[in-house]
């Protein structure tokens, strides 16, 4: 597995910092489901406390978590830690006790303490995240997945997935590689009740989307998987998420 030593370290830091509160540390995103690009993916991680850490606890955290991003891949490390009270039985939108991704480095560097301190609230995506790990987890330290993670109903899963590709219509002609195979997974969902990563999600479009929009899709599998730029179709980026976000909210209204 790619970044293996990364992913020791960061859990013998966990381990070292967290104690015995700590439940256990969970992968999940493209790396767990084996559709990894160092170039274009980052190191998802779940982590499950017992209790929430003390501000101290978060800031030991928090600088040690900042320092092994810097040996993380291009999109580095987003990882959210929850409490077990909150994930079994399954609670949405989630809270959470802390979160990281590279976008929030500066308001680390610049107040750290304001950042453990403040760092915490809902976040409807881990009902996503918590999905993941149910179906395609690994675990990296603690207690197995079914001992820890309670089931996400499916009503809460699909108006997490939902949330990220609402704005597609306009999303698309931004981000194409990331939106179309997106689309394609929510509609895996919505239509099919499948929990799949983005590149699987992009190969049920080729067999269960339009003819006309497989060109578009593989072009989105490919550049997904390499280095290439999508070529932008204008026309047919905003047919295909119209098309696809219809079918999405139509599916969504049947399952109330």
Not at 95 to 124: A, E, I
Not at 166 to 189: F, H, K, Q, S
């Amino acid at each position: 597995m790619p970044y293996q030593e990364l992913l020791t370290r960061f859990t013998q830091m966990s381990r070292d910092i967290l104690d015995r509160n700590l439940l256990g540390i969970y992968l999940h995103g493209s790396l767990a489901m084996g559709c990894f690009n160092p170039k274009k993916s980052d190191i998802d991680l779940l982590l499950v406390v017992e209790d929430e850490p003390t501000d101290e606890e978060k800031l030991a955290f928090m600088q040690q978590v900042v320092l092994l991003n810097e040996k993380a891949p291009a999109k580095g490390i987003e990882l959210s830690m929850v409490t077990r009270s909150t994930v079994n039985p399954f609670v949405y939108p989630t809270p959470f006790v802390l979160h990281f991704s590279p976008m929030h480095l500066d308001w680390f560097g610049r107040d750290p303490t304001g950042y453990v301190q403040n760092m915490k609230g809902d976040d409807p995506d881990l009902a996503a995240h918590c999905t993941i790990v149910r179906k395609h987890g690994i675990v990296l330290h603690g207690a197995p997945i079914p001992d820890v993670f309670g089931e996400v109903p499916k009503a809460a899963y699909l108006d997490s997935i939902w949330q990220d590709i609402e704005n597609a219509g306009e999303d698309i002609l931004c981000d194409p590689v990331y939106i179309t195979l997106n689309l394609c997974r929510v509609a895996a969902y919505a239509q099919d009740g499948l929990v799949l990563s983005k590149q699987e999600g992009g190969q049920w479009g080729l067999s269960h989307v339009p003819e006309e929009y497989h060109e578009w899709i593989q072009q989105a599998l490919d550049c997904y998987a390499s280095d290439q730029a999508m070529v932008i179709d204008e026309a047919t980026a905003l047919s295909f998420a119209h098309k696809l976000l219809a079918e999405i909210s139509s599916a969504r209204k049947t399952s109330r």
